[in-house]
């Protein structure tokens, strides 16, 4: 049996993230593809508890920026090990709302951690699981954090209530990744329409990983 493709999307708050994950997982369908989606952090029971104390809970507010880090480790541990692993050796197309590429920049370049050590913590997390592609949706901080707060109705989670400088620090630093694996990342521009971005998804598909989305 043909091993699964491993899709993941990046991009920070408010970048469309999502809608284009709906699409590309219809398309994939529409295609005769088994497709499995996941996101980061989540995924498994224990990586939705995981989530939750991150994102909403009390508790998570005093966390430090080393223990944010080793929680989303935890979580993708456990997601690659018991969801990502097993439906790529089944076959099953498996597209991810996040990888460890957000851990490098929102932990390590965003809260300045030692951005090796963030590397080398995420290598223990995912072993030999890496992306096939990553979609990189690229988008000026300012209207991606007013999309953010919009589609949230103005209720930030903890990281959307982050200044407009850690989020210039998220842009630049997923940028970075993108030149340093240009093989791996395709970089779209997340200013144009959401048909627009479709299409350009599209021919990253058709020239990256041979499916013909159109």
Not at 88 to 114: E, H, I, M, P
Request: charged share 30%; glycine share 8%; with cysteine.
């Amino acid at each position: 049996m043909q091993r699964g493709k491993f899709i993941t999307f990046e991009g920070s708050e408010g970048c469309g993230k999502s809608t284009q994950i709906q699409r590309c997982v219809a398309m994939l369908e529409t295609r005769g593809f088994d497709v499995l989606q996941t996101r980061e952090p989540g995924g498994t029971p224990a990586g939705e508890k995981i989530r939750n104390l991150l994102q909403f809970d009390e508790e998570g507010t005093d966390l430090t920026h080393e223990s944010e880090l080793l929680l989303f480790a935890a979580s993708r541990a456990q997601l690659v090990r018991r969801v990502i692993e097993p439906a790529l050796d089944k076959g099953t197309w498996v597209v991810a709302d996040r990888f460890l590429d957000s851990t490098t920049v929102y932990q390590g370049v965003g809260r300045g951690l030692n951005v090796d050590a963030v590397k080398e913590i995420n290598s223990f997390a995912v072993g030999e699981t890496m992306p096939d592609l990553t979609i990189l949706l690229d988008l000026d901080v300012k209207t991606g954090h007013s999309r953010a707060v919009a589609a949230s109705g103005s209720v930030e989670d903890r990281m959307e209530s982050n200044p407009m400088e850690f989020f210039e620090k998220i842009r630049e630093g997923y940028l970075r990744l993108a030149a340093e694996a240009p093989e791996r990342f395709a970089v779209i521009d997340a200013s144009a329409t959401i048909d627009e971005v479709t299409t350009e998804i599209e021919s990253v598909f058709n020239k990256r990983v041979g499916v013909s989305m159109g």
